[in-house]
Structures are given as structure tokens and as C-alpha cells.
T-cell receptor, first 112, second 116 residues
Framework: KQEVTQIPAALSVPEGENLVLNCSFTDSAIYNLQWFRQDPGKGLTSLLLIQSSQREQTSGRLNASLDKSSGRSTLYIAASQPGDSATYLCAAFPDQGGKLIFGQGTELSVKP | ETGVTQSPTHLIKTRGQQVTLRCSSQSGHNTVSWYQQALGQGPQFIFQYYREEENGRGNFPPRFSGLQFPNYSSELNVNALELDDSALYLC???FGGGRARATEAFFGQGTRLTVV
């Protein structure tokens, strides 16, 4: 059974700092991995999708990597801004049908 | 291209009642999945619909049921509401499902259900 874990549960950093959010999964047989952002009480906004054949994806200040052999993915945020404050969730596609298994999320706070 | 829309945005129901939540999938998508997110937790998979048929179900009781329509929109029905059903219900659409590799999932803004 696939399980996804995110560490830390919460993170507070000063503005401008580069940071890394971690995601681990127990079963390396995943198809894709997706990172989301969630603002309080809102839905999920897709940030990056890494397909199983890829090792990383980049979008602006965000870079996500995937290492299936070690069961790990990281989301790197460069030059953090207060507007980046939100909960970040990673989710694994354990099979090709597209059902997502989510981690608990990392709540990020970027202080001005 | 329209995004995923859910209705209503907020809902208050009494224990024992029934509720229907609605979701319009993104243009070009044929698969809809529903998730329940309790406060402070990650979303939990309820079920998925692909081509109007249920295509996988999570660990939820039968009083959680759904439908998908020919235009790929979907409904989530919950009977005999319990206090623990209070949560944010999220709908996600994607292309694929069944035997096809799914593409990126896009979520709606969610429906906040409160059961009193």
C-alpha cells in the first residue's frame, strides 16, 4: 500500500531564503508525482507534474525532483516571498488510473 | 478552456440528511475523482469516474455514491450524514483513467460541508 509522507509539517522562513520541501513515498512503482499549493480554505493549485520517466521539472522559481529508487521527491523554492505562504502537498499516482495518494502537507510561512 | 468548477461552495446540513455536490470537469477531460479533506489533513481519495462508470474506490462506506454524466460532469451524493462527514470535498479532473495513463490532475475550489 502506497504511503506518502511530508516533512516538515510546518516551516517558517524569512523572505528571500531558498528552501526545500521533502516528500517520501513507500512504493517506488509510481507513475507520476504532482506538487500542489493550497491556500487556507481553498482548492488545490497544480504546481508541477513529474512523470515517472523524468527526474525533475521547473517552473519559474520552483524546481521539483523525483528519485524513484530512493522513494523521494523534493520541491525547491528559490528566493521565497510572502506570497509563497501556503500549504504545499505532494501526491503520487500509484497506478496509471490517476488516483492520487497525498501526503499531509507542509505549511509554509514566509515572513517579510 | 474552462477550469474545474464545483457547487455549492459552502453547505450546512443536519445529521441524517442527504447532500449532493456537483463538479464540472475541465474541457477535454474525461475522468473525475472526488476527495475528502479533513482540517489539517491531506485529501483522501473517495472514488473516480471514467466514462460514466466508477473506476476505483477508496475506503469510504456505500453511503458515499456518485455519478458521471455524458458531458463528464459529476455528482457526489452522501446519505445519512454524520458529524465526521464535515470536510472540504474536492473534485479533480484529468484525461485518462481506465487503462490509459492519467495526465495532470486539476482541482476545483472545493465544497465546504458542515454537518451539525
Amino acid at each position: 500500500k502506497q504511503e506518502v509522507t511530508q516533512i516538515p509539517a510546518a516551516l517558517s522562513v524569512p523572505e528571500g531564503e531558498n528552501l526545500v520541501l521533502n516528500c517520501s513515498f513507500t512504493d517506488s512503482a509510481i507513475y507520476n508525482l504532482q506538487w500542489f499549493r493550497q491556500d487556507p480554505g481553498k482548492g488545490l493549485t497544480s504546481l508541477l507534474l513529474i512523470q515517472s520517466s523524468q527526474r525533475e521539472q521547473t517552473s519559474g522559481r520552483l524546481n521539483a525532483s523525483l528519485d524513484k529508487s530512493s522513494g523521494r521527491s523534493t520541491l525547491y523554492i528559490a528566493a521565497s516571498q510572502p506570497g509563497d505562504s501556503a500549504t504545499y502537498l505532494c501526491a503520487a499516482f500509484p497506478d496509471q488510473g490517476g488516483k492520487l495518494i497525498f501526503g499531509q502537507g507542509t505549511e509554509l510561512s514566509v515572513k517579510p | 478552456e474552462t477550469g474545474v468548477t464545483q457547487s455549492p461552495t459552502h453547505l450546512i446540513k443536519t445529521r441524517g440528511q442527504q447532500v449532493t455536490l456537483r463538479c464540472s470537469s475541465q474541457s477535454g477531460h474525461n475522468t473525475v475523482s472526488w476527495y475528502q479533506q479533513a482540517l489539517g489533513q491531506g485529501p483522501q481519495f473517495i472514488f473516480q469516474y471514467y466514462r460514466e462508470e466508477e473506476n476505483g474506490r477508496g475506503n469510504f462506506p456505500p453511503r458515499f455514491s456518485g455519478l458521471q454524466f455524458p458531458n463528464y460532469s459529476s455528482e457526489l451524493n452522501v446519505n445519512a450524514l454524520e458529524l465526521d462527514d464535515s470536510a472540504l470535498y474536492l473534485c479533480a479532473s484529468s484525461f485518462g483513467g481506465g487503462r490509459a495513463r492519467a495526465t495532470e490532475a486539476f482541482f476545483g475550489q472545493g465544497t465546504r460541508l458542515t454537518v451539525v
